[in-house]
């Protein structure tokens, strides 16, 4: 993601095009780590990349890292799983994500 994020099109039509298909894939990589509870490292690249599109002059490109940031740093937000347990099991419950490293990698870039 970073590669193609730091390659990003100069005409404003294919980094939009090029964006919204970073969200989907960023959407991707989320379900697909939903099932591994490991956690894992947020890559300096990809943060540094992410925050120069978050600066980008046209708003949509903009909005999108943004889009793709949040995506990435709280993966479990928009994912609701059923609690097994029988005397819960008609209970929707939200899953926690701990982002303490990806506040960490932020911090240490804009500090």
């Not at 193609?4 to 780590?33: F, Q, W, Y």
């Not at 599109?53 to 609701?80: T, Y």
């Not at 926690?96 to 240490?108: G, L, N, P, Q």
Request: cysteine-free; glycine content about 2%.
């Amino acid at each position: 993601m970073s590669t193609t994020l730091e390659k990003l099109p100069p005409s404003s039509i294919a980094a939009r095009e090029t964006t919204g298909s970073m969200i989907i894939l960023a959407n991707m990589i989320v379900v697909a780590s939903v099932s591994s509870n490991s956690q894992q490292v947020f890559p300096d690249d990809l943060l540094l990349e992410l925050l120069k599109l978050m600066l980008h002059l046209d708003v949509e490109i903009r909005f999108s890292g943004h889009q793709i940031f949040f995506v990435l740093l709280i993966p479990n937000s928009n994912h609701v799983r059923r609690d097994t347990d029988a005397s819960t099991s008609n209970q929707t419950i939200r899953w926690s994500s701990d982002t303490a490293y990806v506040f960490a990698s932020v911090t240490s870039f804009l500090g």
